[in-house]
């Protein structure tokens, strides 16, 4: 397995994986979320161009699993982290993870933060034990605050959600990005 950043031949690829991803929610009645759209592929393509899309591929380079991220109030935020349930429970989401986590202190971007289902179990219990605390409400900066009205409206809160974040040591202050990688 190699964590690689994102290529346009893939996106097609991590569209499948997203709608792949997104079935075990209907176990738990949430088949809104299995049936939503998985992210168009102009907006896969920004993010590659930003340089903020990587995927973990097999032995035969085809991606697995895949991360996107946005600098949001300092930090690096998990906009979207997704595994093919095939690659699932082989440590290749919180390898993601860490490996944006590698990104974020090279920038100075103090932490990585998330929005998550609650009570689904990979979702924010999984987060926890990769070291992710959930935030108060008055812990929120704007830029997440503007997430989660943006999520609301998209009917996201049908089911209880949180913001995440894990802080990153030694990751300096200040963030320190280039232009292609600034938030669109
Ligand atoms: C969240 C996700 C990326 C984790 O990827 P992964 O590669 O399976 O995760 P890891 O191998 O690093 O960790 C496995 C842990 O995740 C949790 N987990 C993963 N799948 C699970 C499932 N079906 N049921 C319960 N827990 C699960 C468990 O804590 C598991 O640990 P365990 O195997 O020791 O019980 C993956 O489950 C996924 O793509 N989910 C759908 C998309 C999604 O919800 N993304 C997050 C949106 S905020």
Redesign the pocket.
Known sequence: MRIRTARRSDLPLLQDIECA??E?FRALGMSAIADDDPPPLDLLDDYRRSGRAWVVAGPDDRPL?YLIADPVDGAAHIE????HPSA???????TLIDHLAGWARERHLGALT?T?FSHV???AP?YA?LGFRTLGDDELGDGLRKIRAEEAEHGLDRWPRVCMRREIPDAGTGPHLSGTERRR
């Open positions: 991803a997104g075990p699993g979207q982290v997704s595994v699932a429970r082989r440590g290749l989401g919180s998330l998550t179990p990979w979702n999984y034990r």
